[in-house]
Nanobody
Framework: QVQLVESGGGSVQPGGSLRLSCAASGIIFSINTMGWYRQAPGKQRELVARINGIHNTNYADSVKGRFTISRDNAKNTVYLQMNSLKPEDTAVYYC?????????????WGQGTQVTVSS
């Protein structure tokens, strides 16, 4: 059974920092692309950042230079360091694992963690 468990969300003032963690089980973590997505009220879920098995990363333009995604394959955990947070970063943040095998795709989601940026 696949489980992705996020932690680290909370409330912070603009300019502050948070670090999200996502612990994975039930998957071969090292070969999965891990991503962080977010969904703000009334908006569609969007990609924030992702990292593949060889640590290549990509980011949404809105977070480049402020957020950093990383992974620790020994701990089956992916992180999202968020600095210089803005009110528009307020959203529920979801962890995702993805792997393709031929025509098959395997995608799993965590339950989400709330991030609120407000003064």
């Amino acid at each position: 059974q696949v489980q992705l468990v996020e932690s680290g969300g909370g409330s912070v003032q603009p300019g502050g920092s948070l670090r999200l963690s996502c612990a994975a089980s039930g998957i071969i973590f090292s070969i999965n692309t891990m991503g962080w997505y977010r969904q703000a009220p009334g908006k569609q879920r969007e990609l924030v950042a992702r990292i593949n098995g060889i640590h290549n990363t990509n980011y949404a333009d809105s977070v480049k230079g402020r957020f950093t995604i990383s992974r620790d394959n020994a701990k089956n955990t992916v992180y999202l360091q968020m600095n210089s947070l803005k009110p528009e970063d307020t959203a529920v943040y979801y962890c995702n694992s993805f792997r393709s095998a031929g025509r098959a795709e395997y995608s799993y989601w965590g339950q989400g963690t709330q991030v609120t940026v407000s003064s």
